[in-house]
């Protein structure tokens, strides 16, 4: 069982820079692939960022790729999103997520974050 809860959100300006927080509950987080989703007012849940248990391998949907960078430490029981050259596209709720297997769809991760709003004023 992992318990994940997620922060860090806010309002910044379009060029700016957030930093979300991810911290975990449960023995078993270096075990889990870990990813950040995010979901914007009428839309769906999309795929933002997943990084493998061992921290060694990451992938990113193409429309922040180069903007945000993933990271875990599994000895702190946590992982975080640094997101740079925020647009505001960007603006959504954004949820951290842990699963066993992982990949880019939300029943690839079994257990989730209560979700941190980043809002992009242009």
């Known amino acids: 069982q992992v318990q994940l809860v997620d922060a860090g959100g806010g309002l910044v300006q379009a060029g700016g820079s957030l930093r979300l927080s991810c911290a975990a509950s449960?023995?078993?987080?270096?075990?889990?692939?870990m990813a950040w989703f995010r979901q914007a007012p009428g839309k769906e849940r999309e795929f933002v960022a997943s990084i493998n248990w061992r921290g060694t391998d990451s992938d990113y949907a193409d429309s922040v790729k180069g903007r945000f960078t993933i990271s875990r430490d599994s000895a702190k029981n946590t992982m975080a999103l640094q997101m740079n050259s925020l647009k505001p596209e960007d603006t959504a709720i954004y949820y951290c997520a842990a699963g066993q297997k992982g990949g880019y769809r939300e029943y690839d991760y079994a257990y989730w974050g209560q979700g941190t709003q980043v809002t992009v004023s242009s």
């Open positions: 449960g023995r078993t987080f270096s075990m889990y692939f």
